[in-house]
């Protein structure tokens, strides 16, 4: 069964920092590049980041360059982080870690596994 699992939202002030986690398993996905997205409240889910399989390749929002990190860890079971640092309350939202068969993408739809997401609450 495979699965993507998020970890380390919560609730933070304005300013902080969190470090999310999406660990893999049910298949190999060494060769797949991954995504974080996000779904605002009352929102649709949107691009945050992407980092291609070999973790060369970067892609990050606009909105969210400059404060967030996307890393990833290819031993053994793909373990894929997102650093966010000077966190806004416009980054409230559910996290979605996802993979897709593409070497990268900043699309939704190219993503073909999606994790159940993290909620992430930034008060000012």
């Known amino acids: 069964q495979v699965q993507l699992v998020e970890s380390g939202g919560g609730l933070v002030q304005a300013g902080d920092s969190l470090r999310l986690s999406c660990a893999t398993s049910?298949?190999?996905?060494?060769?797949?590049?991954m995504g974080w997205f996000r779904q605002p409240p009352g929102k649709e889910r949107e691009f945050v980041a992407a980092?291609?399989?070999?973790?060369?390749?970067?892609?990050y929002a606009d909105s969210v360059k400059a404060r967030f990190t996307i890393l990833r860890d290819n031993a053994d079971n793909i373990t894929v982080y997102l650093q966010m640092n000077s966190l806004e309350p416009a980054d409230t939202a559910v996290y979605f870690c996802?993979?897709?068969?593409?070497?990268?993408?900043?699309?939704?739809?190219?993503?073909?596994?999606w994790g159940q997401g993290t909620q992430v609450t930034v008060s000012s």
């Open positions: 049910g298949r190999t996905f060494s060769r797949y590049g």
């Open positions: 980092i291609s399989w070999g973790g060369g390749r970067v892609y």
């Open positions: 996802a993979a897709t068969p593409l070497g990268y993408s900043t699309t939704t739809s190219e993503y073909t596994y």
